[in-house]
Structures are given as C-alpha cells and as structure tokens.
C-alpha cells in the first residue's frame, strides 16, 4: 500500500482566512481524492484531483472555496478558502492505483474560530 | 450516480457473538466493494474486499458476501472482540478496472463490543 503523508494534522484558524493541506504520497498513484468528514459521520467527496488539470468537484463544492492542485502524480494540496466555523472538520486525503483500492491520510482536523 | 445504503447505523454486540453489517448499491456498473475500519481519531483502513467475479471471501473471522443480482454485499465478523469496536464503511466502486473511478461510501455503522 502506498504511504501517504498528509500535513498539517491539526490546525486551529481563525474566520476569513485560508489553509492549505498537503498531501504527499511514496509513489505514483492514478487517483487522488479529497474527503470531508465531520465527526461522527461518513467521508464526503470533496473533489477528485487531476493531475495537471482542474479538479473534478462533486455537488455542493466549488472551486473557488476549496482550490485543488496537483502538479503530478505523488502531490496534491487542498486550501479551505475565507474559512467559517461550519469548515471545521477533518478533511482526508485518499490515494487509488486504478482498481479500486484507495488508501487514506492520517487526515487534517481543521477548527475554525 | 451510484448510491450505497448501510445498514444499521449502530451495531451492539456481546464478545463472542457475530456481526452482521449490509450495503446495497445501485449501479449495476459497480464492480468493486470494499470495507474500511476506522476507530476512533485514525485513519479508515481497509479490511477486506471483493471483487464482483466473486461471491465470497474471507480472512480469518472477517467475510464478505456478494449478491450481484440483488446488488446487495455484507460484512461478517465472527468471534467479535472488543478491538473490533469501531466505525465501518462500506463501498461501491464501479468501472474499477484500470481507469478512473469515483467511490461512493455508506454511511458507516458503529459497532460496539461489549467485554
């Protein structure tokens, strides 16, 4: 399996301004995911993040709020924009080969104040 | 899109006793399912999966099931401990064959093993 380091691990903000996570993977991998997960609940798909492309965003997630980058196939960086307390969360980088398996960050626990 | 049902939502067994956790899907296109742990304050982490040429399989006391007709899949867990109490998530994965894939995750079903 790959491993995945994902920084910060927590971080605490304050309203209006911006984050940035970084996700870093020991290899190449085909897929790279973003993931919310507030707690107590299930893991929402953020976006999917193309390499040298935009990011594929699922409904309810915009671009302009959570900018997606990834320059190749081992990095990517996820930034919580002009952040509001209803951001506090753990957001979760997930990596996949292609077939399925996909393989998880230690994930980043945001709180906004 | 596809869509995952898990059921139940909370699952409170004895030691000893066997857990039983379901997912139905809805896209026929789905052809990977795998199942994640996640304890408390780490990462999800898979445990087992299955692929749709396969009914069943099994690691020790962990099993999956596959019903492809009825879209449906289940985890077993035998012999529960109490380190087996944690969050599990279910998944469907379709077109997972080499190319881009979206998953879509279950709710998650909190099991907790009484000593």
């Known amino acids: 399996s790959a491993v995945i380091s994902q920084k910060p691990s927590r971080d605490i903000c304050q309203r209006g301004t911006s984050l940035t996570i970084q996700c870093q993977v020991d290899?190449?991998?085909?897929?790279m995911f973003w993931y919310r997960q507030q707690p107590g609940q299930s893991l929402t798909l953020i976006a999917t993040?193309?390499?040298?492309?935009?990011?594929?965003?699922e409904s309810g997630f915009v671009i302009d709020k959570f900018p997606i980058s990834r320059p190749n196939l081992t990095f990517s960086t996820l930034t919580v924009s002009n952040m509001s307390p209803e951001d506090s969360s753990i957001y979760l980088c997930?990596?996949?080969?292609?077939?399925?398996?996909?393989?998880f960050g230690e994930g980043s626990r945001l709180t906004v104040l | 899109g596809e869509n995952v049902e898990q059921h139940p939502s909370t699952l409170s067994v004895q030691e000893g006793d066997s857990a039983v956790i379901k997912c139905t899907y809805s896209?026929?296109?789905?052809?990977?399912f795998p199942w994640y742990k996640q304890e408390l304050g780490k990462r999800p982490q898979l445990i087992i999966d299955?692929?749709?040429?396969?009914g069943e399989k099994k690691d020790q006391r962990i099993a999956v099931t596959l019903n492809k007709t009825a879209k449906h899949f289940s985890l077993h867990i035998t012999e529960t401990q109490p380190e087996d109490s944690a969050v599990y998530f279910c998944?469907?994965?379709?077109?997972?064959?080499?190319?881009?894939?979206?998953?879509?995750f279950g709710r998650g079903t909190s099991l907790i093993v009484h000593p």
């Open positions: 997930s990596v996949g080969q292609g077939y399925g398996e996909l393989f």
């Open positions: 290899s190449q991998v085909t897929m």
């Open positions: 993040a193309n390499q040298g492309s935009e990011a594929t965003y």
């Open positions: 896209d026929s296109a789905s052809n990977y």
């Open positions: 299955i692929r749709s040429n396969v």
């Open positions: 998944a469907a994965i379709p077109h997972a064959s080499g190319g881009s894939y979206i998953p879509t």
